[in-house]
T-cell receptor, first 117, second 111 residues
Framework: DTEVTQTPKHLVMGMTNKKSLKCEQH?????MYWYKQKAKKPPELMFV???????INESVPSRFSPECPNSSLLNLHLHALQPEDSALYLC????????????????FGEGSWLTVV | ELKVEQNPLFLSMQEGKNYTIYCNYS?????LYWYRQDPGKSLESLFV?????AVKQEGRLMASLDTKARLSTLHITAAVHDLSATYFC???????????FGAGTRLTVKP
């Protein structure tokens, strides 16, 4: 099973709303990632959790708040977003971020399409 | 800062032809990934390359890595229409604690 599950698949929210995106994997991976992808652009790294600790925060605005409750779950809490935050949000996971002895594929979920109105 | 440059950005080719996509990066890398993305879909992992001289092949696609030149290539052999998609390389740099994608190559294979 190489599945990363994201919910919801589609989300429309107002600029004053609070919502959350959820991500789950059961591959025993200890690194989890959030990416943002705008149309016709590459994914941009937002956050990386390694062993449930935030290891990379790419200067993301505070209206995006990540949370890693346990090694299988990753949330992205959304509050007071702007229309320009509308994008595809991708969650991913990998075995870990240690120096590799062997390949360490990063598996992506199907994404959550977010529209801010 | 880790920078990843991919070219060409757009590639239109005929079925049966060969072509190569290039991925240059600016710092030492620990892993080099190639992904495929179809319109409206997520990313599908194609290859993970670790060491200098690594070569991996799957069907009509072959990826290689030259860490000294900081260059990876994705070679397409005898293209077919089903290969039409956007292809991304991504570099994971442990030293820089960073991972970045190239801009992507939008490949169209015409009959």
């Amino acid at each position: 099973d190489t599945e990363v599950t994201q919910t919801p698949k589609h989300l429309v929210m107002g600029m004053t709303n609070k919502k959350s995106l959820k991500c789950e994997q059961h591959m025993g991976h200890r690194a989890m990632y959030w990416y943002k992808q705008k149309a016709k652009k590459p994914p941009e790294l937002m956050f990386v959790y390694s062993y449930e600790k935030l290891s990379i925060n790419e200067s993301v605005p505070s209206r995006f708040s990540p949370e890693c409750p346990n090694s299988s779950l990753l949330n992205l809490h959304l509050h007071a977003l702007q229309p320009e935050d509308s994008a595809l949000y991708l969650c991913a996971s990998s075995q870990d971020r240690a120096r590799p002895v062997s390949g360490n594929t990063i598996y992506f979920g199907e994404g959550s399409w977010l529209t801010v109105v | 800062e880790l920078k990843v440059e991919q070219n060409p950005l757009f590639l239109s080719m005929q079925e049966g032809k060969n072509y190569t996509i290039y991925c240059n990066y600016s710092t030492t890398s620990d892993r080099l990934y190639w992904y495929r993305q179809d319109p409206g879909k997520s990313l599908e992992s194609l290859f993970v390359l670790l060491s200098n001289g690594a070569v991996k092949q799957e069907g009509r696609l072959m990826a290689s890595l030259d860490t000294k030149a900081r260059l990876s290539t994705l070679h397409i052999t005898a293209a077919v229409h089903d290969l039409s998609a956007t292809y991304f390389c991504a570099v994971d740099s442990w030293e820089n604690n960073d991972m970045r994608f190239g801009a992507g190559t939008r490949l169209t294979v015409k009959p």
